[in-house]
């Protein structure tokens, strides 16, 4: 697609369940960036990727969450046991990243909530 | 690690004035910084980036300039709208790795 799409738009889960968020990268783009929002703040590194492999995952708050990308395309991100503090919105954005600087686009977010 | 600080936190701006929004980073190595508008429901969209190699850069009504020395870049909006309002993020960045982003400045242009 012509942007970065994010499946679902929201979720509402019981506390304790798993859920998987889903980010469609534009096509080419080698990074791959999670970040969470919560309500009225900033955005929250959660996990790097460049290609498959994740140089940075140092923002993952808990081993409760996970991240894996295939075919230096989609990524999914997962939340294990989701608590009521991890209602945010999660956001991925995609970047070329050939050792310049290239700007971020973002998709629209996954609104999370845990109920 | 970077740490970029974003003020004001809130900004009123009556129609037809300019806003000016400041970020501070920590991190010498950065060399490129974005800002990102976010409306209400939306990702962030990018509406200007400058980098490391020039200290201004204008797009019709938005500007940044960029100070290397003193680390603080900051992002000008002139003859403020209405739809301007929104959140406005800063971020610092080096060499194809994450992006560090500001804590958000709400702007709000009063008609």
């Known amino acids: 697609g012509a942007g970065v799409s994010q499946s679902p738009s929201n979720k509402v889960t019981e506390k304790g369940k798993d859920v998987e968020l889903r980010c469609d990268p534009i096509?080419?783009?080698?990074?791959l960036y999670w970040y969470r929002q919560r309500l009225g703040q900033g955005l929250e590194f959660l996990i790097y990727?460049?290609?498959?492999?994740?140089?940075?995952k140092s923002g993952l708050p808990s081993d409760r969450f996970s991240a894996e990308r295939t075919g230096e395309s989609v990524s999914t991100l997962t939340i294990q046991r989701t608590q009521q503090e991890d209602s945010a919105v999660y956001l991925c954005?995609?970047?070329?990243?050939?050792?310049?600087?290239?700007?971020?686009?973002f998709g629209q977010g996954t609104r999370l909530t845990v109920v | 690690g970077e740490n970029v600080e974003q003020h004001p936190s809130t900004l009123s701006v009556q129609e037809g004035d300019s806003a000016v929004i400041k970020c501070t980073y920590s991190?010498?190595?950065?060399?490129?910084f974005p800002w990102y508008k976010q409306e209400l429901g939306k990702g962030p969209q990018l509406i200007i980036d400058?980098?490391?190699?020039?200290g201004e850069k204008k797009d019709q009504r938005i500007a940044v300039t960029l100070n290397k020395t003193a680390k603080h870049f900051s992002l000008h909006i002139t003859e403020t709208q209405p739809e301007d309002s929104a959140v406005y993020f800063c971020?610092?960045?080096?060499?194809?790795?994450?992006?560090?982003f500001g804590t958000g400045t709400s702007l709000t242009v009063i008609p």
């Open positions: 954005a995609s970047s070329l990243a050939s050792g310049a600087n290239t700007e971020a686009f």
């Open positions: 096509s080419g783009h080698t990074a």
């Open positions: 990727f460049q290609g498959n492999s994740a140089p940075d």
């Open positions: 991190d010498s190595a950065s060399n490129y």
């Open positions: 400058i980098r490391s190699n020039v």
């Open positions: 971020a610092a960045s080096k060499g194809g790795n994450q992006f560090y």
